[in-house]
């Protein structure tokens, strides 16, 4: 068993967060895990990309470009920049979200959110779509998007955690009065890949 | 609860590098630990400091790393067990007591850890901590992964008794902060009978106890390579293989994830110095050719070299000593070799904007960078958006002349072109030289042109050397006039219909020296204020030096709070009695931002969660010399240009205490602001001011990010429009 995850988005948006709970959930289920990720400056709302493996004896938590599972993108742009990373026909899981990049490069024709999803299409059919910004207002809450995520993540076919393991990790991470809403976000996150149709 | 009180040997745990070693300390049973925070070491103290109640030792974040050292080896000269942890840097400030430290030796186990920065994550350099171990002759272990990084500071602590010699652990960041699950072992007690020796010589470094403690160690240096040779962290693995791999800290584990392990011979070196050279020998009878991988500096391969060993080094594989590997770097050298296969080509997306590191919304040095970029503004029009419709004019001519006559305006409109010009305040002006009754100064203050009107002949010479074509004549008084920015409120860029006008300043018309701290980051464009960034206070003092030899300009420095009891107290005392004219920025935001969130002594807590009397920098800064001391509040912009440009009129060293919490420490914020229909979208609060809450659509609309404003109000008091405002709480 070899599963190698990247998570990807903006400083801020709970990336390394959720790349823990996973982590927490793999070694629930006796899974060696290892994880690299950059703290200090990348943090300031620059780019975050977090390595994760699970598997058996691991050498080192960084993948390799061309060898990711599954890329579990929290923003588009981010997503597109590390879409290199992703396997041929391996799995994204994206927050169509698109948060502007604050520097003003005019000198660049930039892409339009549609634009962006379409270069991930044509890297992978598997593109699981979560839109983060409808999830967040129906469950009132801007800071639950990363468990919709783990939610999708949880209900991807051969998924070798079980869903448990990663609701027990959410609760050990999370404070308790934000878990009710995260578990709510997670089941959104689970039936957004199970029945797509319906969210 | 903490993460390294867990009282179950034997199990998993996920850690990074940083609180694996904390959990080494504890299961040493420290009782002492310091440290300054400095990016990839921060989370040791951190860690350590939300134990240190419960497991009973002392925590401390020290205000510099030398500071933290001594405090460690105090408390190791007295038989207890200290660690002390900072970055490759630090370990520059902390050098002048290790260096001498290696002589005295310690009686109780102490760790110095280092952690190493490869591709300068968050550093100004790439220093190789191995060779600082060289030069002090203090023994190193190199960690590769979390779990050597607990076992080695565990092991780390017997070693140190052993030899009554610290022992330098190294970590680089992709351990400091990968995470692993990582097996713990015991909380063990020790109950040691505390107690400093009075009697002991070798404390006191003097020449001739000294050279008896050189010889000492030189001695200790013998015994510490033999443990190195049967050290449990240099291990081979014999795989009766002909090509026999070499390596230490990450670069070895990327070479096991590339390569088919079965194919070769191991010897992972963790115990790096002194150099376990006999293991190495035996290892290259073993095997016909050594390949090293080491990230940064050829350590081992030197040594080999030296023992007259042939080595496959960096040169062969490629791989220099600038930034860090990765496993694609490290697949594709050894592939160059033909020992491994080479990925297939992924294509990287091109041209898509970069999205760098920012400072926070709600920020309070942008707040700072943004007046002090203020300090000498003109006016500039946007000639896309501008549609010469002559407000402009009329509004200054009634503003300035109480007259409709738009002639008599400081705005000229050049109808054959259609541009429209007005003083650019030229930091070289020409007018003010060319001027033969000199009649034009330039403000010292403002840097708007002043026309004096008692010797002001309208003889136009200054109109015929503006670059800009922006001097108008007053036809009745027969006097030049030139736009003076209304004191800084201009009416002309209120009333503009279009907001093509906007009231500018720059960053490049006055020096800036600074250093290391978030606000490092207004480097960066838009504000592109700090223009130095050399090590910790630096700023200062290189402001000194410019002054002293000869520069003219006025010279700001920045620094903050934590920065400032760090090494900027002695820089301020030296400007100010050796009377360096300089103005000191002190951003005073009570805590140290960069590195998360660690206590400065203004914040009024300790590391362990205690109150402490908040050190009051006006009172230090009053006390080293400075008499003139403005304490200003950043988001108060207006306050804060004025607190500036008074500066420009000092003729000795000044200090202005930008003072304002960071807003990450609030727990409430004001409500979010939001853009109204008055907006014009001209660019003040995004190109200018740069908030990352505030962006630019695609359609040239301005917009706020309600999710990431923090309500701090400051665009709103910038927008020259009234176009910002709170936003209405929902009913």
Same mark, same amino acid.
């Given at each position: 068993m070899k599963l190698d995850l990247i998570f990807t988005g903006v400083g801020g948006q709970g990336i390394?967060?959720?790349?823990?709970?996973?982590? $927490?959930?793999?070694?629930?289920?006796?899974?060696?895990?290892? %994880? &690299?990720? *950059?703290?200090?400056?990348?943090?300031?709302?620059?780019?975050?990309?977090?390595?994760?493996?699970?598997? $058996?004896?691991?050498?080192?938590?960084?993948?390799?470009?061309? %060898? &990711?599972? *599954?890329?579990?993108?929290?923003?588009?742009?981010e997503t597109t920049r590390t879409i290199h990373m992703l396997k041929p026909n391996g799995t994204v899981i994206v927050n169509t979200k698109y948060i502007p990049p604050n520097n003003q490069q005019k000198n660049l024709q930039q892409k339009t959110p549609q634009q962006l999803l379409d270069i991930i299409k044509t890297k992978t059919p598997t593109v699981h779509e979560i839109n983060g910004t409808a999830i967040a207002t129906q469950l009132g809450n801007n800071l639950i998007i990363n468990t919709t995520l783990l939610g999708a993540l949880s209900a991807l076919p051969k998924m070798p955690i079980k869903q448990e393991s990663f609701k027990q990790a959410m609760a050990n991470k999370l404070k308790e009065k934000y878990l009710k809403?995260?578990?709510?976000?997670?089941?959104?996150?689970?039936?957004?890949v199970l029945k797509p149709k319906t969210i | 609860m903490s993460k390294i009180t867990i009282n179950k040997p034997d199990s998993f745990v996920l850690y990074n590098g940083d609180e694996a070693v904390a959990r080494g300390a504890v299961e040493a049973d420290i009782k002492v630990a310091a440290a300054y925070p400095g990016t990839p070491s921060t989370e040791i103290l951190e860690t350590l400091s939300k134990a240190a109640k419960t497991l009973g030792f002392y925590a401390e974040w020290s205000v510099n790393e030398i500071i933290s050292t001594t405090v460690a080896a105090g408390a190791a000269m007295t038989g207890a067990r200290a660690i002390v942890s900072m970055k490759h840097v630090g370990l520059n400030v902390a050098s002048d007591a290790i260096m001498?430290?290696?002589?005295?030796?310690?009686?109780?186990?102490?760790?110095?850890?280092?952690?190493?920065?490869?591709?300068?994550?968050?550093?100004?350099?790439?220093?190789?901590?191995?060779?600082?171990?060289?030069?002090?002759?203090?023994?190193?272990?190199?960690?590769?992964?979390?779990?050597?990084?607990?076992?080695?500071?565990?092991?780390?602590?017997?070693?140190?008794?052993?030899?009554?010699?610290p022992i330098i652990l190294r970590l680089t960041t992709r351990v400091a902060h990968g995470k692993a699950k990582v097996q713990i072992g015991q909380l063990q007690k020790l109950y040691r009978n505390i107690a400093f020796d009075k009697n002991g010589s070798r404390w006191v470094m003097i020449p001739s106890n000294a050279i008896r403690q050189h010889k000492i160690l030189e001695e200790k240096i013998v015994q510490a390579k033999?443990?190195?040779?049967?050290?449990?962290?240099?291990?081979?693995e014999d795989n009766n293989a002909d090509i026999g791999i070499i390596g230490s800290g990450v670069g070895y584990y990327y070479a096991r994830s590339v390569l088919d392990t079965s194919k070769f011979s191991w010897l992972k070196l963790g115990f790096v110095h002194p150099f376990p050279s006999n293991l190495v020998k035996i290892f290259a009878t073993k095997v016909k050719q050594i390949i090293v991988i080491e990230e940064l500096r050829p350590y081992i391969e030197e040594n080999l070299q030296r023992l007259k060993l042939d080595v496959t080094g960096k040169t062969q594989l490629e791989l220099g000593e600038i930034g860090e590997y990765t496993p694609d770097s490290v697949r594709e050298a050894f592939a160059k070799l033909n020992l491994t296969k080479t990925n297939p080509p992924t294509a990287i997306i091109k041209d898509l904007p970069s999205r760098p590191p920012n400072l926070c919304p709600g920020c309070t040095h942008r707040a700072f960078y943004y007046a002090l970029n203020s300090t000498y503004q003109h006016i500039e029009c946007d000639n896309n958006k501008c549609i010469k419709c002559g407000t402009c004019a009329q509004t200054c001519a009634l503003e300035k002349e109480k007259t409709t006559d738009k002639n008599k305006s400081r705005i000229k409109i050049h109808n054959k072109t259609t541009t429209i010009t007005v003083c650019k305040a030229c930091i070289n002006p020409t007018c003010t030289t060319s001027c033969p009754q000199n009649a034009l100064t330039k403000s010292t203050q403002t840097g708007t042109i002043h026309v004096d009107e008692n010797k002001c002949i309208g003889c136009k010479t200054c109109l015929q050397n503006c670059p800009h074509n922006a001097i108008n004549i007053d036809t009745d008084k027969n006097k030049a006039i030139i736009c003076d920015t209304c004191q800084g409120n201009p009416q002309c860029v209120k009333k503009c219909p279009k907001h093509a006008l906007t009231l500018v300043g720059r960053s490049n018309d006055k020096i800036v020296t600074g250093d290391i701290g978030c606000y490092s980051l207004g480097v960066l464009p838009p504000l592109n204020t700090m223009q130095t960034c050399l090590c910790m206070g630096g700023g200062i003092s290189q402001a000194a030096g410019m002054i002293h030899a000869g520069v003219k300009d006025k010279i700001f420095t920045v620094l903050g709070d934590s920065t400032f009891f760090h090494a900027g107290i002695s820089a301020l005392l030296n400007i100010s009695y050796n009377k360096a004219n300089i103005c000191v920025i002190i951003l005073d935001?009570?805590?140290?931002?960069?590195?998360?969130?660690?206590?400065?002594?203004?914040?009024?807590?300790t590391a362990m969660g205690e109150n402490a009397?908040?050190?009051?920098?006006?009172?230090?800064?009053?006390?080293?010399?400075?008499?003139?001391?403005?304490?200003?509040?950043?988001?108060?912009?207006?306050?804060?240009?004025?607190?500036?440009?008074?500066?420009?009129?000092?003729?000795?060293?000044?200090?202005?205490?930008?003072?304002?919490?960071?807003?990450?420490?609030?727990?409430?914020?004001?409500?979010?602001?939001?853009?109204?229909?008055?907006?014009?979208?001209?660019?003040?609060?995004?190109?200018?001011?740069?908030?990352?809450?505030?962006?630019?659509t695609q359609n040239n609309k301005t917009e706020i990010d309600q999710t990431l404003c923090n309500g701090c109000g400051v665009c709103e008091t910038i927008c020259p429009h009234q176009a910002i405002t709170r936003r209405k709480q929902q009913q």
């Amino acid at each position: 068993m070899k599963l190698d995850l990247i998570f990807t988005g903006v400083g801020g948006q709970g990336i390394v967060v959720l790349s823990d709970i996973v982590c $927490e959930a793999a070694i629930l289920d006796g899974f060696d895990v290892a %994880k &690299a990720e *950059i703290h200090g400056m990348a943090q300031r709302g620059g780019s975050i990309i977090a390595h994760t493996k699970i598997s $058996e004896n691991i050498q080192t938590p960084l993948i390799e470009t061309g %060898k &990711a599972d *599954i890329i579990i993108g929290f923003e588009i742009l981010e997503t597109t920049r590390t879409i290199h990373m992703l396997k041929p026909n391996g799995t994204v899981i994206v927050n169509t979200k698109y948060i502007p990049p604050n520097n003003q490069q005019k000198n660049l024709q930039q892409k339009t959110p549609q634009q962006l999803l379409d270069i991930i299409k044509t890297k992978t059919p598997t593109v699981h779509e979560i839109n983060g910004t409808a999830i967040a207002t129906q469950l009132g809450n801007n800071l639950i998007i990363n468990t919709t995520l783990l939610g999708a993540l949880s209900a991807l076919p051969k998924m070798p955690i079980k869903q448990e393991s990663f609701k027990q990790a959410m609760a050990n991470k999370l404070k308790e009065k934000y878990l009710k809403i995260n578990l709510q976000s997670f089941e959104l996150g689970r039936q957004n890949v199970l029945k797509p149709k319906t969210i | 609860m903490s993460k390294i009180t867990i009282n179950k040997p034997d199990s998993f745990v996920l850690y990074n590098g940083d609180e694996a070693v904390a959990r080494g300390a504890v299961e040493a049973d420290i009782k002492v630990a310091a440290a300054y925070p400095g990016t990839p070491s921060t989370e040791i103290l951190e860690t350590l400091s939300k134990a240190a109640k419960t497991l009973g030792f002392y925590a401390e974040w020290s205000v510099n790393e030398i500071i933290s050292t001594t405090v460690a080896a105090g408390a190791a000269m007295t038989g207890a067990r200290a660690i002390v942890s900072m970055k490759h840097v630090g370990l520059n400030v902390a050098s002048d007591a290790i260096m001498t430290l290696a002589y005295t030796g310690i009686e109780g186990g102490l760790v110095i850890v280092v952690c190493d920065d490869p591709k300068l994550h968050s550093s100004q350099n790439e220093q190789d901590t191995r060779y600082f171990a060289v030069h002090s002759k203090l023994p190193l272990l190199d960690a590769g992964n979390p779990q050597e990084a607990l076992n080695m500071t565990r092991e780390a602590f017997n070693i140190s008794e052993q030899l009554k010699l610290p022992i330098i652990l190294r970590l680089t960041t992709r351990v400091a902060h990968g995470k692993a699950k990582v097996q713990i072992g015991q909380l063990q007690k020790l109950y040691r009978n505390i107690a400093f020796d009075k009697n002991g010589s070798r404390w006191v470094m003097i020449p001739s106890n000294a050279i008896r403690q050189h010889k000492i160690l030189e001695e200790k240096i013998v015994q510490a390579k033999q443990i190195a040779e049967n050290s449990q962290f240099n291990q081979i693995e014999d795989n009766n293989a002909d090509i026999g791999i070499i390596g230490s800290g990450v670069g070895y584990y990327y070479a096991r994830s590339v390569l088919d392990t079965s194919k070769f011979s191991w010897l992972k070196l963790g115990f790096v110095h002194p150099f376990p050279s006999n293991l190495v020998k035996i290892f290259a009878t073993k095997v016909k050719q050594i390949i090293v991988i080491e990230e940064l500096r050829p350590y081992i391969e030197e040594n080999l070299q030296r023992l007259k060993l042939d080595v496959t080094g960096k040169t062969q594989l490629e791989l220099g000593e600038i930034g860090e590997y990765t496993p694609d770097s490290v697949r594709e050298a050894f592939a160059k070799l033909n020992l491994t296969k080479t990925n297939p080509p992924t294509a990287i997306i091109k041209d898509l904007p970069s999205r760098p590191p920012n400072l926070c919304p709600g920020c309070t040095h942008r707040a700072f960078y943004y007046a002090l970029n203020s300090t000498y503004q003109h006016i500039e029009c946007d000639n896309n958006k501008c549609i010469k419709c002559g407000t402009c004019a009329q509004t200054c001519a009634l503003e300035k002349e109480k007259t409709t006559d738009k002639n008599k305006s400081r705005i000229k409109i050049h109808n054959k072109t259609t541009t429209i010009t007005v003083c650019k305040a030229c930091i070289n002006p020409t007018c003010t030289t060319s001027c033969p009754q000199n009649a034009l100064t330039k403000s010292t203050q403002t840097g708007t042109i002043h026309v004096d009107e008692n010797k002001c002949i309208g003889c136009k010479t200054c109109l015929q050397n503006c670059p800009h074509n922006a001097i108008n004549i007053d036809t009745d008084k027969n006097k030049a006039i030139i736009c003076d920015t209304c004191q800084g409120n201009p009416q002309c860029v209120k009333k503009c219909p279009k907001h093509a006008l906007t009231l500018v300043g720059r960053s490049n018309d006055k020096i800036v020296t600074g250093d290391i701290g978030c606000y490092s980051l207004g480097v960066l464009p838009p504000l592109n204020t700090m223009q130095t960034c050399l090590c910790m206070g630096g700023g200062i003092s290189q402001a000194a030096g410019m002054i002293h030899a000869g520069v003219k300009d006025k010279i700001f420095t920045v620094l903050g709070d934590s920065t400032f009891f760090h090494a900027g107290i002695s820089a301020l005392l030296n400007i100010s009695y050796n009377k360096a004219n300089i103005c000191v920025i002190i951003l005073d935001n009570r805590i140290t931002a960069m590195t998360g969130h660690q206590p400065t002594p203004a914040s009024g807590k300790t590391a362990m969660g205690e109150n402490a009397k908040i050190v009051n920098i006006h009172e230090i800064t009053k006390s080293v010399g400075i008499d003139k001391i403005i304490t200003v509040d950043p988001y108060n912009i207006k306050d804060t240009i004025n607190a500036i440009q008074k500066t420009l009129t000092y003729n000795e060293p000044c200090v202005i205490i930008s003072q304002r919490p960071c807003p990450l420490l609030l727990t409430q914020h004001n409500p979010p602001r939001e853009i109204t229909n008055k907006c014009g979208n001209c660019g003040v609060c995004t190109t200018n001011f740069g908030c990352p809450a505030i962006t630019q659509t695609q359609n040239n609309k301005t917009e706020i990010d309600q999710t990431l404003c923090n309500g701090c109000g400051v665009c709103e008091t910038i927008c020259p429009h009234q176009a910002i405002t709170r936003r209405k709480q929902q009913q």
